[in-house]
């Protein structure tokens, strides 16, 4: 970012600063541009119908309708220029009120019926699925492998790849190692954007915890795995940014259990 001539963003007659790329919220407007959030006539006559949806009396004649969404989703939602929430106002016929930039708070939808208060929601929600995918992953998933063996070996594997390669390989030097201590196997990635969606995420590990991981250890035991050999993330060994250990799973107890606990993760919307 040029900080002498940063992006400015106006939000309900104010003018921010923007600190961080915008270019995401640009990305927005296109997508919706693009009318990819509309839905078919089915889902528009379901939206009258959605239980789910709390919707209460406002005034005399109005409905109102409060959610809670990250406020990394406000700027999607927003746009550049306020297009996108301009639009979505338009064509649901309702008010919705967003908080101010920087500010944690709910969403409120205000309108004649409820009918264009399901519909705001749904399109929204649809942004919010949409700019997910353009957030990075914020955490993960793991299991903690830093035992006394594992870490011995791990230190002889780096005390030999640095002897080996001495002064003839660039870049390799004990700084691209591992801390021992932080030793770790990854089961999967998360985006947790607010208190909530984290406190959700701590909750979703208690119950695989008692539902999925106990029972697994009570019916098998110890899980045999073995460390063997190196893999990386793409398949160019010159661009690789990360080496990792493969894991050698002969019962396959380990890979069940892990994909039972993603599996709930991604239930709940949190991988």
Request: glycine share 6%; proline share 4%.
């Amino acid at each position: 970012m040029d900080i002498l001539k940063p992006e400015l963003v106006w939000v309900d007659g104010r003018c921010y600063r923007v600190l961080e790329n915008t270019k995401r919220i640009n990305d927005v407007s296109s997508y919706f541009e693009d009318n990819n959030y509309q839905l078919d006539d089915k889902d528009a006559e379901d939206e009258c119908y959605d239980s789910n949806i709390e919707i209460v009396p406002y005034g005399s004649t109005k409905f109102k309708h409060a959610f809670h969404v990250p406020k990394a989703f406000f700027p999607f939602i927003i746009g550049a220029k306020h297009a996108v929430h301009k639009r979505l106002e338009t064509e649901t016929k309702t008010v919705i009120q967003i908080p101010k930039f920087g500010q944690d708070g709910d969403i409120v939808i205000i309108g004649n019926d409820c009918k264009g208060i399901i519909s705001a929601r749904h399109r929204i929600n649809l942004l919010m699925e949409a700019s997910r995918k353009k957030i990075k992953f914020t955490h993960f998933l793991s299991i903690p492998l830093n035992d006394g063996h594992v870490i011995m070996k791990f230190n002889m594997f780096k005390n030999e790849v640095l002897t080996n390669s001495g002064k003839t390989s660039r870049g390799v030097d004990e700084t691209i190692f591992q801390t021992p201590s932080k030793l770790h196997l990854t089961i999967g990635v998360m985006k947790l954007l607010d208190d909530a969606e984290r406190n959700q995420a701590v909750e979703a590990l208690n119950y695989c915890n008692e539902h999925i991981v106990k029972p697994t250890i009570e019916k098998y035991g110890q899980i045999p795995i073995f460390l063997q050999g190196t893999e990386i993330m793409n398949d160019d060994p010159a661009e690789a940014g990360v080496l990792y250990a493969k894991v050698v799973d002969k019962t396959g107890v380990l890979q069940k259990m892990v994909e039972e606990i993603v599996d709930y993760y991604i239930k709940i919307g949190s991988v």
